[in-house]
Structure formats: structure tokens, C-alpha cells
């Protein structure tokens, strides 16, 4: 299982709050562009799934 970010769901225009949730730092953002998941450091705990507003994370398989 790996954790995806839906560009549909996520609106882009603000500082991501799960950047700051994630325990390991595997989620980054580049100004108010698309969250990205470096899916090498990523645990898979679900924190983020749980703390965004939209749902825009998805289980990728």
C-alpha cells in the first residue's frame, strides 16, 4: 500500500496542514502547490489521511 495525494480533492491554495502532522517528514510542499509524499520515507501510519481537511489522500495500489 502506498499513499497518494488526489490533485482533484486538494485545492492548492494554502500551506498544506499535513506537512507539519507528518511524524516522519515525508510530506512536503513547494509554496501552495500540490503536496507531494516521498513514498522512500513515508511510514504509512495514516496520520495525514486523518488531519486533511479535504480526504484528498488516497491508498494508491
Do not use: F, W
Amino acid at each position: 500500500m502506498a499513499l497518494t495525494i488526489n490533485p482533484l480533492a486538494c485545492p492548492q491554495n494554502h500551506r498544506c496542514p499535513i506537512t507539519r502532522v507528518c511524524p516522519v517528514g515525508a510530506i512536503s510542499q513547494d509554496g501552495y502547490g500540490l503536496p507531494v509524499i516521498d513514498e522512500t520515507q513515508c511510514i504509512e501510519c495514516g496520520k495525514c489521511a486523518k488531519y486533511c481537511p479535504m480526504r484528498a489522500i488516497e491508498n494508491k495500489h
